[in-house]
């Protein structure tokens, strides 16, 4: 057996890989319009929701006023307090506005307006919903067992609670921007209601500010009234306890100290005189006596710091002669020698200045000694003065602690009571001031339009939403979408030639025509059957519509079998699927018309021996077939059978239940006798084998096939499923010929492919799949 393994997969090209561009701006584009239909389906369905929820909605009216927290409101009333940091002013909005929520609010505004008698407050308009919410509540209220009887008073005091509550649902308190306004807010569905509402709500917030005020400075009042008394009784005890203990113990003071003290205080001053005295003169003597101990000729070296300190103009004068003198004599022994007679009466003068200089300081000295004689005996005396005064007071050192601790007492009860003394004159002044440190700065007044629903809003939001639904829903079947679409995913997922697309094709109807689907311009079969014909239909479109995608599909898997068995004269070419229903028979059959149809004697066995889905499209049931001829129970000539229209030859097989070994069967000497004595009578044989997913017939066939057209349904196959069934099929794959997708929906098939795809432009190759006939009727496609 003339036998060729071909590796086509290993020669092609494989596309840019695409992996490192971070958005695909084109594949979105795509994905939204491919996936457009259920964008919009969701979007519909979400704009289909708020148009019910619109009407059956009950419209709501809000009315609004906006209060302003004002301190400078009581500014002429109340002394200046210090500005406040904005966490302490934040904190004063705060607690306004947890007031306007308050039951107690609340509660004062039904009282006000008399709401726990208020229908339309009580039992207002209810929504859908809300009658299924409230009938679910009855019966279970109907159901549950029921307690005593409630009086009247009990009713009155629960329809009160309940309108209290129904209001601090209904109000919306809300602080505006960072100023110190409040926007207070109620909704109803009365219009009139709501206005009244909110203008009862600041009023009972401004009465509220005004009642606080005065109920504290009233409490405040009285209590201070009481400590005032208390501390006035107890400051008064305390000055006379003072006084009393002055006169026991003679403690008597003068500009508010004691005598003793004042005593002490001045001697202490006088000593401390004294004792700066007697230093500076013993510093003076100490001076002078060292320098008189000196003797007279140092004395006269060192007799210009005793001048200079005792301002002595005596001394000033001789140190003078001295110093002219002793000058004069340096000159004459210079000029003249020691022994001249003016140098000797010189050096004689100066004798005497030295001794008259020292009896000088020797008179200072004496004067000095008795000066610091003097302070010292001063400054004794007043030693012993402190220490008689300071042991007199000594004894009065305890009633002194004493006095000082009943003064301060007496001191603090009298600033307490001063100090209270003033709060309570400033309370007094404060419980009769009726300002509020609140104003209302906008009105309430009557809706003139619902709030809620809002319509555009409302519309808007499911527009968003029916977007958002739509994204994930399109996010979720691109995630699903695992399937062969377009020529890209072939060769990227197996790495094999794509051949082309065949459009879906119908099944035949009883009346013996073809469904037609508005899908492709492509496939249009004749109106009438030919009456001669072995096959149905649906396996000549080919011959019907030669000038389509499906017959241009078949063609170019011819071109590639004939060019890559060139030269040989006999071909064996296998048509596989990876899983049942995905056409290959219809592929098979509609391929070996076109190569009957071109004049090669063509030989189509449909070697599916569990499933012979091409036998079953025949219009005369055959009598004997594959089976027999294989096993040897007839020639296999006179099995075949003989379309009259194209001259194909069909080896068609019998359904046999009792056939179990269908692989063994197609792999035995039999069959490969059959297959060696058709190789010489026909240029082509198509065998139409089993699925390579159920069943392993065509693995056993394999070794005498030349090539296999892999047949896959468009957007209904598993990628994975092909790819694993390929990959563990070395010897099918590296046979295949090219991949066919087949039942293409063509009018779909230009959205899965990013723009600059072929698949996109199809529609401008119209004119090359028609007829003049057929271009002009609107192209249709015949579907199932």
């Known amino acids: 057996m003339n036998q060729r393994n071909l590796t086509l997969h290993s020669t092609l090209p494989k596309g840019a890989d695409d992996s490192d561009s971070f958005i695909d701006i084109d594949r979105l584009i795509a994905i939204l319009i491919r996936r457009a239909g259920s964008i919009a389906l969701c979007v519909a369905a979400t704009v289909t929701l708020a148009v019910i929820y619109l009407l059956f909605a009950t419209a709501q009216y809000t009315s609004m006023t906006q209060i302003l927290l004002d301190d400078n409101m009581a500014k002429y009333a109340q002394d200046a307090t210090p500005v406040a940091s904005s966490q302490q002013v934040d904190m004063e909005i705060a607690s306004a506005v947890e007031i306007l929520k308050s039951n107690q609010l609340a509660l004062r505004v039904v009282d006000a307006e008399k709401l726990q008698d208020n229908d339309t407050l009580l039992d207002p308009p209810k929504s859908p919903a809300a009658l299924i919410k409230s009938g679910i509540k009855l019966v279970v209220s109907a159901l549950a067992p029921g307690g005593p009887p409630a009086t009247e008073a009990d009713e009155r005091n629960a329809r009160r609670q309940k309108a209290a509550a129904l209001l601090q649902d209904a109000v919306t308190v809300s602080r505006v921007n960072r100023s110190s306004v409040l926007a207070v807010s109620f909704r109803s569905t009365d219009k009139l209601l709501a206005a009244r509402i909110t203008k009862a709500y600041a009023n009972a917030y401004l009465n509220d500010q005004l009642n606080a005020n005065f109920d504290a400075t009233e409490s405040a009042s009285v209590w201070l009234q009481q400590r005032l008394s208390d501390l006035r009784e107890r400051s008064q005890q305390a000055a006379l306890d003072v006084a009393k203990f002055k006169a026991e113990n003679g403690l008597t003071s003068a500009n508010g100290e004691l005598m003793s003290e004042q005593q002490l205080a001045d001697l202490n001053k006088q000593l401390i005189v004294a004792q700066a005295d007697s230093a500076s003169a013993s510093a003076r003597y100490n001076q002078f006596k060292s320098i008189i101990d000196l003797g007279p000729e140092s004395a006269v070296n060192n007799a210009a710091i005793s001048s200079g300190q005792a301002d002595n103009t005596v001394i000033k004068d001789l140190r003078t002669r001295y110093a002219a003198v002793n000058k004069r004599e340096q000159e004459v022994t210079t000029n003249f020698g020691e022994d001249h007679p003016q140098a000797v009466a010189l050096r004689a003068e100066k004798q005497d200045l030295t001794r008259q200089i020292y009896q000088e300081l020797q008179q200072l000295t004496a004067s000095y000694r008795n000066e610091f004689e003097v302070t010292r005996s001063r400054e004794a005396s007043l030693r012993q003065n402190i220490e008689h005064l300071t042991g007199k007071n000594s ?8 006095l000082s601790d009943l003064e301060q007492r007496a001191a603090a009860l009298k600033t307490l009571y001063e100090s209270y003394l003033g709060k309570y004159e400033e309370a007094s002044q404060q419980q009769s001031f ?67 697309y065949l459009p879906r094709i119908g099944k035949p109807t009883r009346d013996g025509t073809i469904f037609r689907q508005r899908t492709s311009p492509s496939v249009e079969p004749a109106e009438a059957a030919d009456s001669d014909a072995t096959f149905e239909r649906i396996m000549r479109v080919v011959l019907e519509a030669p000038r389509s995608i499906f017959a241009e599909t078949l063609r170019n898997a011819k071109l590639a079998s004939d060019v890559m068995f060139q030269g040989k004269s006999d071909r064996v070419i296998g048509v596989v699927s990876a899983m049942p229903g995905e056409g290959k028979s219809t592929t ?33 049931p055959p009598q004997q077939g594959l089976v027999e001829a294989v096993l040897g129970e007839v020639p296999w000539a006179s099995a075949v059978k003989i379309d009259p229209r194209t001259k194909l030859a069909i080896l068609p097989v019998l359904p046999n239940d009792h056939l179990m070994h269908t692989s063994e069967l197609l792999a035995s000497q039999g069959m490969f006798n059959l297959m060696e004595n058709a190789r010489k009578m026909f240029d082509y044989i198509v065998v139409d084998l089993a699925p390579l997913g159920p069943v392993i017939d065509a693995k056993a066939f394999a070794p005498q096939v030349d090539g296999f057209l892999f047949v896959t349904e468009w957007g209904s196959t598993p990628t994975s499923v092909v790819r694993d069934l390929l990959n563990a099929e070395p010897q099918i ?52």
Request: hydrophobic residues 40%; without cysteine.
């Open 395 to 402: 004894e009065a050192d305890r009633s002194i602690v004493q």
């Open 434 to 500: 009726p300002i509020a440190k609140a104003r209302v700065i906008s009105e309430a007044g009557v809706p003139v339009s619902p709030s809620s629903p809002k319509k555009t809003m409302t519309l808007g939001l499911a527009i968003v939403l029916g977007l958002m639904a739509g994204g994930a829903l399109t996010a979720f079947q691109e995630f699903r979408e695992r399937f062969f679409r377009v020529e890209g995913d072939v060769r990227t997922m197996l790495g094999l030639k794509f051949l082309g």
């Open 588 to 620: 098979a059959a509609n391929f070996a018309a076109l190569l009957a149809s071109s004049g090669k004697r063509t030989l189509l066995i449909d070697a599916d021996l569990r499933n012979p889905g091409l036998t079953r499209m025949l219009k005369n």
């Open 733 to 784: 794959k590296s046979k295949i010929l090219g991949v066919i997708l087949n039942k293409t929906d063509m009018t779909e098939l230009g959205k899965f492919t990013n723009f600059g795809g072929t698949e996109r432009y199809r529609h401008k190759y119209v004119s090359y799949y028609t007829d003049e006939k057929s271009k002009k009727r609107e192209p249709a496609e015949a579907g199932a």
